[in-house]
């Protein structure tokens, strides 16, 4: 699901409200270091037809015109969210698209909000995150709390380190959200003879002993000021693959609500 505009929306978002959509990256493709297998946008290597990014100037002129539109219509926005085809942070200029959407958010509609989805890949990076913590709703991702569980699910480029990111997170003092899926990958064995017998096996499950406590355990390191539970809820590139219900995850997640953490679910 590739967005075909560089501002989109508004949409309804059960978390933003009346949401619209910033795609720094290409419009007909997909870059992004990693390559989720639960990714609403394909794989990468499925969305290389184009690989123009457009510049901050680009950006501007169409995010100028959009509220502009809105305004003069009476659209409400509630939110303004950077969520395109791929990781936001890896458009060359973000630090001054953000500059550029907090001036034209302040004019246009200066109580929305404005928040990134991101991976959090690129935190470590000054200039990334010193333009992450002028926006509101900071939202960075960990699915899986070591890297050859994160390589299961996320697939990231070379050079991903849960360790680091970690770190990284950590200069936000707390005040940023921090993303995970849940879900279970499932792998068929079945025997020729008795195929009944044999169970299904899960070669990833975010609610396996190995992946959830060590997770919990970087949620109360990074004691972020709020944490977003979520599952499948579309269709995604890998097969197999299965969404826990909301009450599956209360469960799984009781120990850090009862710890008091601020946790949604969706």
Known sequence: MLREETV???IKSRRLGNSLGINLLPTKGKICNFDCI?????????????????????????LEAKLSALMLEGTPVDSITFSGDGEPTLNPEFPRII?????????FY???????????????VDSVFEALRKVDNPIMKIDAPTDALA??????????SVERTVEALKRFEGD???????????????????????????WFDSGSPEVLLPWMDIVRELHPRQVQVYTIDRPTPEQDLEK???????????PLLDEGYNIQFR
């Open 151 to 160: 390589k299961l699910i996320n697939r990231p480029a070379p050079g991903y």
């Open 176 to 202: 940023f959200i921090l993303q995970t899926m849940f879900l279970r990958a499932r792998k068929r064995v079945l025997d020729a003879e008795q195929p009944s017998a044999l169970p299904a096996e899960y």
């Open 38 to 62: 639960y990714c609403e946008c394909g794989w990468n290597a499925d969305g290389r037809g184009d690989t123009k990014i457009p510049d901050a100037a680009q950006v501007r002129a169409a």
């Open 244 to 254: 826990y219900s909301v009450d599956e995850m209360k469960s799984l997640v009781k």
């Open 8 to 10: 989109f929306g508004p």
């Open 99 to 107: 500059d550029d959407t907090l001036r034209l958010r302040d004019a």
């Open 110 to 124: 200066p109580d929305a909000k404005v928040s990134v989805l991101s991976n959090a890949t690129r935190v470590h």
